[in-house]
């Protein structure tokens, strides 16, 4: 079997530090576990990091940047709207992620998995990714994202761009505070719309279909994968 990560990999200065972050190399040692061959489509500086020694089994491609996405965290006790305890400041940010990089991918992959992380990728690039997987899974957290004048992280959806992810991917996953501006949140494409806060509870949406359920139940587990034609 074999999966596509679409996301920039990230350096996170958390507490001072300078870690690598990003959704892929959480994603990385689930789909391991499970067999996949990975490959991994991104974006950074190689002078910040050399991945492919810790993941010697992982396909990088690279789209080559003068920089690195870099986010400071820190705490969120301000906003009671948002369901995150962080506070997100843009310090930098790799080059976006085009058409023509997609040129190296396969096209037959069984899972694809885009999580944007910093608006690297257009509406024209999520929807070419989505076409290369049997199944498909994307994360709205980084196509709502957008960056004041000193970087400070605010959420702002489009609405009509966000309706069409919704037809063209599986398995759609946002947070309360990411989709707010949706007052009907009633989904009646063939995708599934899961929903989460800051909890164990997801709520998710098919074929106008609405299913609660608490993650840490292992019953429920079994039934968010049934519903997700897992």
């Not at 920039?8 to 996949?36: E, V």
């Not at 002078?47 to 920089?67: G, Q």
């Not at 719309?193 to 949406?205: A, P, Y």
């Not at 299913?211 to 519903?227: A, D, F, H, P, R």
């Amino acid at each position: 079997m074999k999966a596509l990560l679409a996301a920039h990999i990230s350096l996170d200065i958390r507490g001072g530090k300078k870690l690598a972050g990003g959704p892929p190399l959480y994603q990385i040692p689930i789909l391991q576990a499970f067999g996949f061959k990975i490959d991994v489509l991104t974006s950074y500086a190689e002078t910040d990091m050399d991945l492919t020694r810790k993941y010697p089994s992982v396909n990088f491609f690279v789209i080559k940047s003068e920089c690195t996405t870099m986010y400071q965290f820190k705490s969120n006790k301000i906003n009671q709207d948002v369901d995150d305890d962080r506070q997100l400041v843009l310090k930098s940010k790799a080059r976006n992620i085009t058409l023509k990089d997609l040129d190296q991918l396969s096209s037959n992959y069984d899972v694809v998995i885009v999580s944007p992380i910093a608006l690297e990728f257009s509406l024209n690039v999520i929807e070419e990714l989505s076409k290369l997987g049997k199944f498909t899974f994307f994360d709205v957290q980084g196509l709502v994202r957008r960056f004041d004048s000193k970087g400070l992280v605010y959420q702002e959806l489009n609405i009509e761009e966000f309706k069409k992810i919704l037809d063209i991917f599986d398995v759609i996953k946002a947070s309360k505070s990411e989709i707010l501006k949706i007052k009907d949140l009633s989904n009646p494409f063939c995708s599934n719309l899961v929903i989460t806060d800051s909890g164990n509870k997801i709520q998710v949406f098919s074929n106008n279909q609405s299913y609660q359920l608490e993650v840490t139940k292992t019953n429920n587990i079994k039934v968010l994968c049934s519903i997700l034609k897992f």
